[in-house]
């Protein structure tokens, strides 16, 4: 039987087991010794004009070869075709999984439960068209004329999205100023209300079930705000949500109520009316072009082969990463400037996806879950936490991302110092430096004998840490596009493999009911008993404090 086929036969649990066995004998290579002329090429892919190269980790053909039998193993491909063709793969809440029908712009048909959703699509993004160009152009105005700031109010997929494009897409904006509250914390909302004039501010609810506690108290004050100068405030509101009724008993009239469907994910929204801010800001094209962007990775997804199939190939890493090597975390570290809520957006993206205990089955997932994301724009990263990622006991797989041109061209030596600063802490994590690099250089400096030998030891960089590197020709809108589905399609082939349902979130409910029963109790209109004795002495102290 060829090694292929006996892999298969092993089934997914084995397969790990292998692949361990396969970390164990090599763990302790240096990476720097795979490098052969075609290495860099071989172990790279290309999706449209952007490059992920992973030459830069442990990953060998042999491993490479035994991590794609495991998407045969686990059923990859009819998953993948499932997704798209809408079928309720999300089935702890026995929903389809369909943010990738929001960007298709000219397939389709594609149908849940029989019907046709496409039209409905397409008939929202043209309302949504319609009420950017009337917002943009002044048709549509607040009470003190043309809009000139929008408040987004939502949290999680409601927020982080729009939220980290609008920044990314910056230098495409050329609409009213976005504001983006997600927090309860009173300082958010306040801080943004007082640089905002209610008269010629739109304010927009972005919630899919439109009960979120935190975005509905927000809305609330938001309104409450709006009424002590405007005389209509319900008309200078928009909401997009899911619970179209809920949103007229909040006064908001349909024409200004962008609605989807639940098999949308709050995480995967962004595409549909929870991307009206960013629509707002960047215009209909623009934001036609971000569409565009990820439809391009969704057709690249389906077809190209495993060893070519980008989002395949770093979800492989990922497993690689976190489930063979052990390596809990993974930084996101993008030399993007713009994209720097990228991490935060693939926290929830990442995490509220496959932070799970539970496989599909209701069993417990043999091996650990999906990773600890994290991280921050280079070079900030480089001056806080590299320190770490050089020189700490734990491996950090690191994810760099780089455009090959910024759009500051009068600064283009910035933008050169940026990316060789990107390439180099890649080389830097892999290369090392050794106790004999070190000595000499610190005997260069003149230190001798015992003091030399403790000096240099301070020096040494193991090395043969793993990094990839995403590089793509410049951040617009359709880079912003492809990069967004590329990580979605990453997080759905990780949660395939590992079996568990990437859609549901059952983990962050507990937190939520526990927060409606101790609001009376830190109110002081109910007693504490009952509740631990860390949450009593902490509600005693708070009370006595004033809150
Ligand atoms: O945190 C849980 C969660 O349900 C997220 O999945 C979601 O993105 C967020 O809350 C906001 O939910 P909604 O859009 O319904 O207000």
Redesign the pocket.
């Known amino acids: 039987m060829c090694a292929a086929k006996r892999h298969r036969a092993l089934g997914g649990k084995l397969m790990f087991e292998h692949l361990i066995d396969l970390h164990s004998q090599t763990k302790d290579r240096p990476i720097l010794d795979l490098f052969d002329a075609k290495r860099a090429e071989d172990f790279s892919v290309r999706a449209g004009d952007m490059l992920f190269d992973y030459s830069k980790t442990n990953i060998d053909s042999a491993t490479r070869d035994a991590l794609i039998d495991l998407l045969e193993t686990r059923g990859v491909a009819e998953k993948r075709q499932a997704m798209f063709d809408g079928a309720a793969i999300n089935d702890t809440e026995g929903r389809a999984v369909l943010h990738t029908a929001l960007r298709n712009l000219d397939g389709g048909p594609v149908t849940v439960d029989g019907e046709d959703v496409i039209a409905g699509v397409r008939d929202t993004l043209a309302k949504m068209e319609s009420f950017a160009r009337d917002v943009r152009s002044g048709t549509y105005t607040g009470q003190g004329g043309k809009i000139t700031d929008v408040i987004n109010i939502?949290?999680?997929?409601?927020d982080l999205g729009p939220a980290m494009a609008y920044i990314a897409l910056k230098p495409y904006s050329d609409g009213p100023r976005c504001h983006f509250v997600s927090n309860v914390d009173g300082a958010d909302i306040a801080e943004v209300l007082t640089a905002c004039d209610p008269e010629t501010t739109l304010v927009i609810v972005?919630?899919?079930?439109?009960?979120?506690i935190e975005?509905m108290t927000n809305a609330r004050t938001a309104k409450a705000w709006m009424s002590e100068k405007v005389t209509d405030p319900a008309a200078q509101f928009a909401a997009l949500s899911t619970a179209e009724d809920k949103t007229a008993d909040f006064g908001i009239a349909a024409e200004r109520v962008f609605g989807f469907e639940d098999w949308v994910?709050?995480?995967y929204s962004m595409w549909g009316p929870i991307g009206l801010s960013l629509m707002l800001a960047i215009g209909g094209d623009a934001f036609r072009a971000f569409l565009r962007g990820g439809q391009a990775m969704d057709t690249h997804f389906l077809n190209a082969d495993w060893h070519e199939n980008m989002p395949v190939m770093l979800a492989l890493v990922g497993i690689w990463h976190n489930q063979i090597c052990g390596h809990a975390t993974r930084a996101v570290l993008p030399y993007d400037n713009r994209l720097a809520r990228l991490p935060a957006y693939l926290q929830?993206l990442e995490m509220?996806s496959n932070g799970k205990s539970v496989a599909m089955d209701g069993t417990s997932l043999p091996y650990n879950s999906g990773p600890v994301v994290w991280g921050e724009p280079g070079t900030n990263g480089q001056h806080a936490f590299y320190q770490l990622i050089h020189q700490g006991t734990r491996v950090i797989p690191c994810e760099f991302l780089v455009a090959a041109e910024a759009h500051e061209p009068e600064l283009k030596h910035h933008h050169q110092l940026l990316v060789a600063n990107c390439l180099a802490q890649s080389e830097a994590l892999m290369k090392g430096r050794t106790l004999e690099e070190a000595t000499a250089l610190m005997a260069a400096k003149g230190f001798e004998g015992v003091e030399l030998d403790r000096q240099a030891r301070h020096r040494v960089f193991s090395g043969n840490r793993p990094s990839t590197t995403l590089a793509y020709p410049k951040l617009d809108p359709f880079a912003l596009g492809q990069i967004i589905a590329l990580y979605e399609h990453r997080v759905f082939v990780e949660g395939v493999i590992l079996g568990l349902n990437s859609y549901d979130?059952w983990g962050?409910e507990l937190g939520k009911e526990l927060a409606t029963a101790l609001q009376p109790i830190v109110e002081g209109r109910e007693s504490a008993d009952g509740k631990d004795g860390s949450t009593v002495a902490l509600v005693g102290f708070l009370r006595a404090n004033g809150v």
Not at 154 to 158: F, L, N, Q, R, T
């Open positions: 939502g949290i999680g997929g409601s972005a919630s899919k079930t439109f009960t979120t975005t994910g709050g995480r929830q509220e979130q962050v």
